[in-house]
C-alpha cells in the first residue's frame, strides 16, 4: 500500500529520512534499527521495519553515514615518495595485518594517491574529508609531504607506522629502532666482530637516523671504532642500489669484519656485490640486514637480520585507531620490541 502511494506521488526511491517521517521517529532512531542497537522500543522497531518492507527501502552505507556521521572508511596514507608503489615487503605485511584486524571491526580501507600533490596541490586532510573518513593509518616513508603534518594536526584520528605523530587526535607504532642497532652491534661484538660497518641511505629518514644513531653511540659503548670508511649509503632501499653502494666500498679496499644494513633489500645487493668480488660470507665479512622478509631464508647464505613484529604492529594500529574514532582511548605512542634471527651470514669467529 504504501509502496504505491509513494510510486503515484513520483516517489521512487526512499532514503532514511523519508523513512523516519513516515514512522514519526527520528532518522537516529531508524540508524539504531538498521545497526541493530538494543535501546529501541520493540513496538518502534517493529513499526519501522514494517515501513521499510513496504517500501522496498534497502539501507546503504550512506544511510549509515547520514545518522552516525560514520562512514566506516579508513584511509591508508603512503606517506612520502618512497613507498608510494607500495614496493617494500614490511609495509605490505603490516598493512594486510591491519586489515584484517580493521576488517573484523566493520570498517574498509581507502587508498590514497600522492602522485599529484606536488603539481596540483591537492592534500590528504581534504580528501579525507571529501570521503568523510572516520580515521587514517599513515604508513611512513622518507621526504614526507607537508600534507602529512596537516593531516596529523587535524580532528582526525591517526595512527602512525614508522613515523611520530604529535596532533591531538594521534598516535603512533614504531619497532624499537634504537635497540634494534644495539642488538646487532652486541650479537656482533660477541661473536668476535670488531671492526663493523654500516649501511644505510643517504636520503632523509627518520628511521635510518635513529638506527644509525644508535648504531653509533652502540659502537662507542663497546668501545670500538667509529671508522667514517666503513659507513657507506644507498641513494634508497632499493636492492641494485645497496649492490652499487658496498661495491664501491670494496674497490676502496679495508674493509670491515662485519656490516649491518638497514633493510634486507640492502643487504641482498650487499651480498651480490660481495660474491661478484669473490668475498667469502661470513668468512671475510659477516652480514646482518633488518626486517627479516620471507627471501632471507634463501639467500647463500641465509641472511642473519633484525625481525619486526608486523603481525603485531598491524593488530596494534588497528586497535588503537578503533579505539580512538570510538573514543574510547587517548592517543599514545608504542614501541614494539624486535628480535635478532641469527643464520649462516653472521657465523661465530671465536673459538
Not at 521517529?25 to 514494517?50: C, F, H
Not at 584511509?75 to 598493512?95: Q, R, Y
Not at 600533490?117 to 568523510?132: N, V
Not at 579505539?323 to 673459538?351: F, H, W, Y
Amino acid at each position: 500500500m504504501l509502496t504505491e502511494i509513494f510510486a503515484h506521488k513520483g516517489i521512487i526511491e526512499m532514503n532514511i529520512k523519508m523513512i523516519a517521517q513516515m514512522a514519526g521517529v527520528s532518522v537516529a532512531t531508524v540508524s539504531k534499527i538498521i545497526n541493530n542497537y538494543s535501546d529501541v522500543g520493540e513496538e518502534t522497531r517493529q513499526r519501522v521495519l514494517k515501513i521499510m518492507d513496504e517500501t522496498g527501502y534497502k539501507p546503504s552505507s550512506s544511510a549509515k553515514t547520514l545518522a552516525t556521521k560514520k562512514s566506516n572508511l579508513i584511509g591508508v596514507v603512503f606517506a612520502g615518495e618512497l613507498n608510494s608503489d607500495l614496493n617494500h615487503p614490511f609495509f605490505v605485511k603490516v598493512i594486510n595485518s591491519f586489515k584484517k584486524q580493521i576488517g573484523v571491526f566493520g570498517y574498509d580501507l581507502l587508498l590514497f594517491s600522492n602522485e599529484n600533490f606536488f603539481s596540483e596541490k591537492e592534500d590528504y586532510l581534504a580528501r579525507c574529508r571529501h570521503f568523510q573518513v572516520d580515521g587514517c593509518i599513515i604508513i611512513a616513508g622518507d621526504q614526507v609531504e607537508p600534507s602529512v603534518h596537516q593531516l596529523d594536526q587535524s580532528d582526525i584520528p591517526c595512527i602512525g607506522v614508522d613515523i611520530k605523530l604529535s596532533g591531538k587526535n594521534s598516535a603512533y607504532i614504531m619497532s624499537d629502532n634504537e635497540k634494534i642497532s644495539a642488538k646487532v652491534v652486541e650479537h656482533l661484538y660477541l661473536n668476535g666482530y670488531r671492526k663493523i660497518g654500516f649501511l644505510g641511505i643517504e636520503r632523509h629518514s627518520e628511521i635510518t637516523s635513529l638506527r644509525e644513531n644508535a648504531f653509533r653511540e652502540t659502537l662507542k659503548t663497546f668501545g670500538l671504532a667509529v671508522n667514517p670508511d666503513w659507513f657507506v649509503y644507498s641513494s634508497d632501499y632499493e636492492e641494485e642500489n645497496g649492490y652499487r653502494a658496498v661495491k664501491q666500498l670494496i674497490e676502496k679496499g679495508a674493509l670491515p669484519e662485519a656490516m649491518f644494513a638497514v633493510s634486507d633489500l640492502l643487504a641482498f645487493g650487499a651480498i651480490r656485490a660481495m660474491k661478484e668480488h669473490g668475498l667469502r660470507i661470513p668468512g671475510d665479512m659477516a652480514l646482518i640486514g633488518c626486517d627479516d622478509i620471507d627471501a632471507c631464508r634463501y639467500t647463500d647464505p641465509a641472511l642473519s637480520t633484525v625481525k619486526q613484529d608486523t603481525e603485531k604492529i598491524g593488530r596494534l594500529a588497528a586497535m588503537m585507531l578503533y579505539d580512538m574514532v570510538n573514543k574510547q582511548m587517548d592517543p599514545s605512542a608504542i614501541v614494539v620490541e624486535a628480535e635478532l634471527v641469527a643464520r649462516q651470514s653472521c657465523g661465530k669467529t671465536l673459538p
